[in-house]
Structures are given as C-alpha cells and as structure tokens.
C-alpha cells in the first residue's frame, strides 16, 4: 500500500502537494485518485489518520469529544440557535428540531451532536429499515440545506478540523495527517 502525508495548519486546513482542503473528504478523495483515479469520493474522517488513529476517533473522543460541528457554525453567526429552527422532509412528512446554543440538535426528547444522528432518527419514523442518511444534505435552515449553509451564504464556514484544534484534540504539523492506500508514497509540500 501507499502512505501519503499532509500538513494540517493552525487555521484547520490541509495541505497536500501545493493544494489547500477545508474539508477531510476533499484531501482523501485527491490522494486516493494518485492511485485509484476512478475513485469518485472517499471519506476523509474515516480514512485520514493522526498519531495512528482516524479523524472519526479523534473527532469522537480521546481528549474528551469534539464540540458538536454546528457550533462552528453559530460561532462563525452561520447559523442562529432556536426553536424548531432546522427542518427535514423526507416521505410526505416534515419534522422540526431545536437548535441550541452549544450546537445539538434536539428532536423529541433526544439530543443529536451530529446531523447525520437527527437526519437518521427522523427518516426512520416513515422508512424503519433506513441504516443512515447525511444530515447536511438532508436537513434545512431558512430553506437552504446544512451542506449549503456551510459552504456559505455568509462566507465559508470554518473548515471543520478548526474545531478540533481549538478543543485541543489535534494539533497543526507538517506531515501529521496520513492515508494508507495501494500503490505509491506521496508526500505534502
């Protein structure tokens, strides 16, 4: 297999072979390409590595877990918390959750720090049998989708591994991200 290696600077973007990536997927699906380039996306958080462990682990909790990823968003003045602010229509049905200040989602008397867990639990009241669906894609605010809200209406969100260096969880380096994939070793600029 191939190992390839990234920067990760203090603003929370990621470099790799004279480009820039505000988004894990974005990197990962540009280094998997170098030998798979058929490859149409490939998921950052999963694949991506920092001191051995993936994103998604990191993002889940070594150091604590990482702050809900709409916060960013509210901090940014992105997004505004309320009251069944955030929408989904999915089947015929529409259902409504709160927005809170610390960037979960509650929805009948659960809460959600992620939007794919809010997306899931309300398209599963009419379809049962749905393993998972992306709550960026899926669910709105003011009418727009939370992918278009974080690619910016007000200007760009944070890239989300801001985030995480702010909690502390990850820390800015020269070739401290990594991907292991089949054929050739690329390295970040």
Same mark, same amino acid.
């Given at each position: 297999?191939?190992?390839?290696?990234?920067?990760?600077?203090?603003?929370?973007?990621?470099?790799?072979?004279?480009?820039?990536?505000?988004?894990?997927?974005?990197?990962?699906?540009?280094?998997?390409?170098?030998?798979?380039?058929?490859?149409?996306?490939?998921?950052?958080?999963?694949?991506?590595?920092?001191?051995?462990?993936?994103? %998604? !682990?990191?993002?889940?909790?070594?150091?604590?877990?990482?702050?809900?990823?709409?916060?960013?968003?509210?901090?940014?003045?992105?997004?505004?918390?309320?009251?069944?602010?955030?929408?989904?229509?999915?089947?015929?049905?529409?259902?409504?959750?709160?927005?809170?200040?610390?960037?979960?989602?509650?929805?009948?008397?659960?809460?959600?720090?992620?939007?794919?867990?809010?997306?899931?639990?309300?398209?599963?009241?009419?379809?049962? %049998?749905?393993?998972?669906?992306?709550?960026?894609?899926?669910?709105?605010?003011?009418?727009?989708?939370?992918?278009?809200?974080?690619?910016?209406?007000?200007?760009?969100?944070?890239?989300?591994?801001?985030?995480?260096? !702010?909690?502390?969880?990850?820390?800015?380096?020269?070739?401290?991200?990594?991907?292991?994939?089949?054929?050739?070793?690329?390295?970040?600029?």
């Amino acid at each position: 297999g191939s190992t390839h290696f990234a920067d990760l600077t203090s603003d929370g973007r990621i470099h790799f072979e004279g480009q820039t990536f505000d988004y894990p997927g974005g990197w990962a699906t540009a280094a998997v390409r170098k030998t798979d380039p058929n490859r149409k996306w490939t998921d950052g958080w999963k694949l991506i590595k920092y001191e051995g462990r993936t994103l %998604n !682990q990191w993002r889940k909790g070594k150091r604590g877990p990482a702050p809900p990823p709409l916060l960013a968003l509210i901090q940014a003045e992105v997004l505004v918390p309320g009251a069944k602010c955030l929408s989904i229509e999915y089947n015929g049905s529409t259902h409504f959750a709160d927005l809170t200040s610390d960037g979960r989602i509650h929805f009948e008397g659960q809460t959600f720090d992620y939007p794919g867990g809010w997306a899931t639990a309300a398209v599963r009241k009419t379809d049962p %049998n749905r393993k998972w669906t992306d709550g960026w894609k899926l669910i709105k605010y003011e009418g727009r989708t939370l992918n278009q809200w974080r690619k910016g209406k007000r200007g760009p969100a944070p890239p989300p591994l801001l985030a995480l260096i !702010q909690a502390e969880v990850l820390v800015p380096g020269a070739k401290c991200l990594s991907i292991e994939y089949n054929g050739s070793t690329h390295f970040a600029d």
